[in-house]
């Protein structure tokens, strides 16, 4: 098998924007590869690994010593030291290694009293078939980090092109809204049923006591859709347990501001009263209905059907009078053209002049299709080169 080309040029046809073709780079970086450990696999991955080891240990001493033995730097202390060193080398590569009569014949010509660099030049010239051997393997291993770098280059791509194809779906679908479509008849039954519902979960917890709150609140984790914050564990057994429990959370948040003297004739333990109340009094402030309320955009009609059901479960536990305003919402998937009116919507509060001007001006269906069709052919690749 020939050594491919490393000049080789992608195919025009198939180049992305910047003329280099993702695929037939990976598909070059695999043939190198694949050429390269052929020529180790035809002397023997573990010899060359020995040969390597060798030619480096003994490489490196002509590369340490050359400058203090050559020419006027050269002393005989100091040439018996690097003689003596390359003995030791020597009788650490064993007879078995490849070339090891070029490393004696190399050892041969150092056994001198001085040197010029023109030793060295010759000792190296020697060596140049263990060189060109060790050479191999050395391709090998850079041939083989640049494909594993191509390889995850293009499973970057890869991740990159899937999120360029959400965005381009998001505006491909968001670009074919009807923005004349009535969205009011989406709007105005979510904004009353959110009102009605704010109102009813005020009023609840401003006269509810704090621990039936609590206890209703700690029910809601069986509903998945209704994200409310649990009640901290110990806020939660505190008011179940003492009897300023039965009051409600405005008049324990009043409390949380008294000083201990004035807060002794309100709760039997102003102590624990401070760090199970006042301590979490936070939870108190932020818990409103939001978690009960419909949004806006709302959501498809698959999720608002699901969020209405467990809706209806929770709020009959305290505000029954609420689920007929809920029952309205909830109609709006099978009485209204609900998927348009919701595109429309999505369309109106998403989309930003950028994308506007985009949908405006250039073929985003031509564009999703290319971008489809290059992660296709790129994970095709990805199965065909495998990680080596």
């Not at 419909?294 to 479960?313: K, M, Q, S, V």
Request: contains cysteine; proline residues 6%.
């Amino acid at each position: 098998m020939s050594t491919p080309d490393p000049d080789r040029e992608a195919d025009p046809e198939r180049a992305d924007a910047d003329g280099v073709d993702p695929v037939a780079e990976l598909e070059v970086a695999h043939e190198r590869v694949t050429a390269a450990r052929e020529r180790v696999e035809q002397i023997g991955k573990s010899d060359l690994e020995r040969l390597w080891e060798a030619y480096e240990s003994f490489v490196d001493l002509l590369d340490r010593y050359e400058p203090q033995v050559t020419g006027d730097e050269g002393d005989f202390q100091t040439i018996v030291e690097f003689q003596s060193q390359l003995d030791a080398t020597m009788n650490r590569i064993h007879e078995d290694v490849l070339l090891f009569e070029t490393f004696e014949e190399a050892d041969e010509r150092l056994q001198q009293r001085y040197f010029k660099t023109s030793d060295f030049d010759a000792v190296r010239e020697q060596l140049a078939p263990v060189a060109d051997l060790v050479e191999r393997l050395e391709e090998h291993e850079r041939v083989l980090d640049a494909y594993r770098k191509r390889r995850r280059e293009t499973e970057r791509t890869v991740r990159e092109l899937g999120r360029e194809i959400d965005e381009l779906d998001r505006l491909v679908q968001l670009g074919e809204a009807d923005l004349a479509a009535p969205s009011e008849r989406l709007r105005e039954p979510i904004a009353a049923y959110n009102d009605v519902v704010g109102a009813a979960f005020a009023e609840y917890r401003r006269q509810t006591p704090a621990r039936e709150v609590l206890a209703w609140l700690s029910a809601t984790r069986r509903y998945p859709l209704i994200e409310y914050e649990p009640p901290p564990e110990s806020l939660r057994a505190y008011v179940a347990e003492r009897p300023v429990g039965t009051e409600p959370i405005p008049t324990l948040l009043e409390y949380a501001e008294y000083s201990r003297g004035k807060l002794e004739h309100y709760v039997d333990d102003p102590g624990r009263f401070e760090n199970a109340v006042a301590g979490r009094k936070s939870y108190f402030v932020r818990l409103d209905a939001e978690p009960l309320e419909i949004g806006w955009p709302p959501p498809a009609a698959g999720l608002l059907e699901y969020r209405c059901r467990e809706l209806t479960a929770v709020l009959n536990r305290f505000a029954p009078a609420v689920v007929e305003q809920l029952r309205t919402v909830a109609a709006l998937p099978r009485e209204t053209d609900y998927d348009r009116l919701r595109e429309s919507v999505l369309a109106e509060t998403e989309l930003t002049e950028e994308e506007r001007e985009r949908i405006a001006t250039e073929d985003l269906a031509d564009e999703l299709a290319a971008a489809r069709e290059t992660r296709r052919r790129l994970r095709a690749a990805l199965d065909e080169f495998p990680v080596l």
